[in-house]
T-cell receptor
Framework: GAVVSQHPSWVICKSGTSVKIECRSL??????MFWYRQFPKQSLMLMAT?????????EQGVEKDKFLINHASLTLSTLTVTSAHPEDSSFYIC????????????FGNGTRLTVT | GENVEQHPSTLSVQEGDSAVIKCTYS??????FPWYKQELGKRPQLIID?????GEKKDQRIAVTLNKTAKHFSLHITETQPEDSAVYFC??????????FGSGTQLTVLP
């Protein structure tokens, strides 16, 4: 149980275009999902916390107008990288939890974004 | 916010030996400390976790210890095997469930 599905697994786009990444909790409801970014050989850095039905909370230094997060339902959160630039190329990973006591976070498979 | 530091950044051990990775955290309110294993290009996989009301937890060859007073926790892998080679991340979180990750340890098990 507790499967998190993330799509696409990889995407290549041109500078200036936008890319949408989906994160779904397949067998549980997640009121909160988290979006992380990981550059090569570095750790996972929290970008934002996605809350169902309300605005996302962004970490310091993350541009909310560039990384649009929508958490429209209890099983789906989307991250849209707008006007992508080569420096946005990274591994983006979402995570979610059922939120019950002692339930761990479960990660999606990640999305490798390459901006040319 | 929480700050998690992890050491060492790289660790090489001979197959069959033990490996120890250490982390410290700053936020005394943190109460959940999971460890993740990440293979190249893949998502982090939870391997073991510990909560602040427990001092030690073991699962076969993997164990984690927690010292709340000193705010540090460690991962111990015994009888290492080549398939244990990966990057390991410690992390910590409080009630908000936001995980703060350590910088990672590249573990290489030499055959």
């Amino acid at each position: 149980g507790a499967v998190v599905s993330q799509h696409p697994s990889w995407v290549i786009c041109k500078s200036g275009t936008s890319v949408k990444i989906e994160c779904r909790s397949l067998d549980f409801q997640a009121t909160t999902m988290f979006w992380y970014r990981q550059f090569p050989k570095q750790s996972l850095m929290l970008m934002a916390t996605s809350n169902e039905g309300s605005k996302a909370t962004y970490e310091q230094g993350v541009e909310k107008d560039k990384f649009l997060i929508n958490h429209a339902s209890l099983t789906l959160s989307t991250l849209t990288v707008t006007s992508a630039h080569p420096e946005d190329s990274s591994f983006y990973i979402c995570s979610a939890t059922p939120g019950t006591v002692n339930s761990p976070l479960h990660f999606g498979n990640g999305t490798r974004l390459t901006v040319t | 916010g929480e700050n998690v530091e992890q050491h060492p950044s790289t660790l090489s051990v001979q197959e069959g030996d033990s490996a120890v990775i250490k982390c410290t955290y700053s936020d005394s309110a943190s109460n959940y400390f999971p460890w993740y294993k990440q293979e190249l290009g893949k998502r982090p996989q939870l391997i073991i976790d510990i909560r602040s009301n427990v001092g030690e937890k073991k699962d076969q060859r993997i164990a984690v210890t927690l010292n709340k007073t000193a705010k540090h926790f460690s991962l111990h892998i015994t009888e290492t095997q080549p398939e244990d080679s990966a990057v390991y991340f410690c992390s910590g979180s409080g009630s908000a469930r936001q995980l703060t990750f350590g910088s990672g340890t590249q573990l290489t098990v030499l055959p």
